[in-house]
């Protein structure tokens, strides 16, 4: 009864925290689509990864909801744990892409902009090969506590849906290392070092060029577009390293952590697809009162002030110009 009990807790507590996830995603995409900021390559990019972080919380809502029965191997948890496995594939193989594409673009100077349609492919493709494996080899069904589904841990009695008396299924642990947790933990530890590594160069090269470095009117709204991209690579993997450690925990103990872990775990593997939503919708309302605010103080600078695209401004008759990117 315990057992059941803890389920239970564990069960609604992910349903509750996906559901969350899903509602923050969703309100993000329509805030972007709103404002139409979708013509604008770099918040396509970041468009694209709150759409796959929302699949993944509707399929994280789905491995959790789907799942009544204890041991239940049935084919609508095996379908959720496959779209689970597959959308989590997005997420990572686009978070890999959009981090290549900030470093070429911030420390290269390369606008790889027509590279957009081969990441959106390479991401949805790729993830099919990781995630059929465990269909060919019946692996995907109950997982830890019987809370959720994906790639099993232990070997099920197929008569009752019980776990087999400390029947450890090492396909199923084997699984879980090499199409998820090994591959996934370098791929996000090399984002997060390439997006360090590019906040270094450009550090660098400001303190190098100090008060002399003009960014222009143009660079100013690329680095705007870039900011929310460049913050997920690090929480991705901030927010992996607590189910990777639960995972080495299983190996090494032979056993499901303790519930107060499963909570932990259980609310980080979510936040995967909460954290892209969150860190755009604060983007965009910072965008939104920092454009207000500069709108204000426009309206008293235009009575003096003509400001053409390049950002020169020229005032009166005058021909003297200013710089208004040097001046501030």
């Known amino acids: 009864m315990d057992q059941n009990n803890t389920r239970d807790r564990i069960k609604f507590f992910g349903v509750a925290v996906a559901a969350i996830s899903i509602v923050l995603c969703a309100s993000s995409i329509i805030c972007l689509v709103l404002l139409r900021l979708y013509t604008k390559s770099s918040y396509r990019l970041a468009l694209y990864q709150v759409s796959s972080s929302l699949l993944f919380g509707v399929a994280s809502l789905g491995t959790f909801y789907s799942f009544p029965m204890s041991g239940s191997n049935s084919a609508k948890c095996m379908a959720f744990a496959f779209l689970a496995q597959y959308t989590v594939w997005v997420q990572i193989v686009f978070t890999a892409c959009l981090t290549f594409h900030l470093f070429c673009l911030s420390v290269f100077y390369k606008n790889l902009a027509k590279c957009e349609p081969t990441y959106v492919l390479f991401s949805l493709l790729v993830p099919l090969s990781l995630a059929i ?5 019946k692996s995907y069904g109950p997982y830890m506590y019987d809370a959720w589904c994906w790639i099993q841990s232990y070997s099920y009695n197929s008569t009752n849906g019980t776990i087999m008396d400390h029947e450890r ?5 084997m699984e879980q290392m090499v199409l998820l947790f090994g591959p996934a933990f370098t791929i996000l530890l090399a984002c997060s070092g390439g997006v360090i590594v590019m906040g270094i160069i450009l550090a660098c090269r400001a303190f190098k060029n ?15 577009q870039l900011l929310p991209l460049t913050v997920y690579p690090i929480l991705f993997f901030l927010f992996f390293l607590t189910p990777f450690a639960n995972r080495l925990y299983m190996i090494r103990e032979d056993n499901v952590p303790p519930e107060s872990l499963t909570y932990a775990v259980v609310f980080f593997i979510t936040s995967w697809s909460m954290a892209p939503g969150v860190g755009l919708l604060v983007h965009m309302a910072i965008i939104f009162f920092i454009t207000r605010k500069r709108r204000g103080c426009g309206r008293k ?7 053409d695209e390049e950002g020169i401004a020229t005032r009166g008759t005058s021909q003297r110009t200013v710089s208004v990117t040097s001046a501030t």
């Open 133 to 137: 494996v465990p269909f060919i080899t």
């Open 169 to 173: 299924n090492f396909i199923g642990e």
């Open 210 to 224: 100090g008060a002399a470095l003009a960014v222009t009117n143009s660079g100013q709204q690329l680095l705007k």
């Open 301 to 307: 600078v235009r009575n003096y002030v003509s400001i």
